[in-house]
C-alpha cells in the first residue's frame, strides 16, 4: 500500500462528534520514527494542518480545535485516530491524513512539503 486511507467522515449535527481514521503500511507508517498529521480543507479554501502526532507520541494541534480534537495512534496496527468533539459549521472540510518518515514533529511544521505520503481524503460536514 503505497498511500494512507482515511474514513469515518460523515454528516453530524453542531456539537456532535466523529472519530477519523488513517489506516497506513509498513510502507508509510512503517518507520523506526516518523510523524502523521491531519489536515483539512474546506471549500474555496487552502488546506491547513489541523493535529499531529510523533511515533514518540508528541502531540500538535492547531488553536481552533485545541480541547475539541484529540489525536492517537495504534502502532501496532500502522493506524492514527483524531477524535472530533463539539463539532461547529466551521469544522466542515475534506479530512486529509499525511505521513513522513525518521521525522518527528520537532523537525518539521505544518508545511504540506513536509510529508511524504497523503490519503484520498474523507469528508466531514458539520449542520447548525
Known amino acids: 500500500q503505497e498511500h494512507l486511507v482515511e474514513s469515518g467522515g460523515g454528516s453530524v449535527e453542531s456539537g456532535g462528534s466523529l472519530r477519523l481514521s488513517c489506516i497506513g503500511s509498513?510502507?508509510?507508517?512503517?518507520?523506526?520514527?516518523?510523524?502523521v498529521g491531519w489536515f483539512r480543507q474546506a471549500s474555496g479554501k487552502e488546506r491547513e494542518g489541523v493535529a499531529a502526532?510523533?511515533?514518540?507520541?508528541?502531540?500538535r494541534y492547531a488553536d481552533s480545535v485545541k480541547g475539541r480534537f484529540t489525536i492517537s495512534q495504534d502502532n501496532a496496527k500502522h493506524t492514527v485516530f483524531l477524535d472530533m468533539n463539539s463539532l461547529k459549521p466551521e469544522d466542515t472540510a475534506t479530512y486529509y491524513c499525511a505521513s513522513v518518515g525518521y521525522l518527528l514533529l520537532q523537525d518539521i511544521g505544518w508545511d504540506e512539503s513536509d510529508f511524504s505520503f497523503w490519503g484520498q481524503g474523507t469528508q466531514v460536514i458539520v449542520s447548525s
Open positions: 509498513d510502507h508509510t507508517l512503517g518507520f523506526s520514527s516518523y510523524s
Open positions: 502526532i510523533d511515533s514518540n507520541g508528541s502531540t
